[in-house]
């Protein structure tokens, strides 16, 4: 859905929130971040959770798509759409989306701190850094409604009772 958001969308920005993330603080810092020149911005993630796209990143780190703040009108100014579509329909892909984000907008990828895409996924050094202060938490690989994987299940704890009551 990330790849095609500029055929379906008209406004010039997005931030866009899997479906296994919390919001706990305002966004507007981020949300007024400066992207002139940027496609996409993302967190960062270790080199060892991409180099399967190494040999087709010259530019750029890899960013993990969960949360991403995305330039729709720099994207589609630029094409970067159509190449979406294109490059997803070459074969077989690891991260079929993520990848096709993260090659296509090599060299137009900014880059967020932890504290917006906090959890199980972060370093140590960021978790012990952001712990006090994160805004989102995404839960990546462990789901917060499963609880018997490892995670602060009070946030999906309350949250699930706040859409309920």
Not at 85 to 104: F, T, W
Request: proline letters at 4%.
């Amino acid at each position: 859905m990330r790849c095609f958001l500029t055929k379906i969308i008209d406004d010039d920005k997005i931030l866009w929130l899997d479906v296994d993330t919390i919001v706990k603080a305002p966004l507007n810092e981020l949300w007024n971040m400066d992207m002139t020149n940027l496609a996409i911005a993302g967190w960062c993630e270790p080199k060892k959770n991409w180099t399967h796209v190494c040999a087709q990143k010259s530019k750029s780190n890899y960013v993990n798509s969960g949360i991403l703040l995305m330039n729709l009108k720099f994207i589609k100014d630029h094409g970067l759409d159509d190449k979406y579509i294109k490059y997803l329909s070459g074969g077989r892909l690891k991260n079929p989306d993520q990848d096709a984000l993260n090659v296509v907008c090599d060299g137009y990828i900014g880059y967020l701190t932890a504290e917006y895409n906090f959890g199980p996924i972060i370093t140590i050094a960021e978790r012990h850094k952001y712990y006090q202060s994160y805004k989102i938490y995404h839960m990546t690989w462990y789901k917060l409604w499963n609880p018997k994987v490892p995670g602060p299940h009070h946030l999906y704890n309350e949250y699930y009772r706040e859409i309920l009551y």
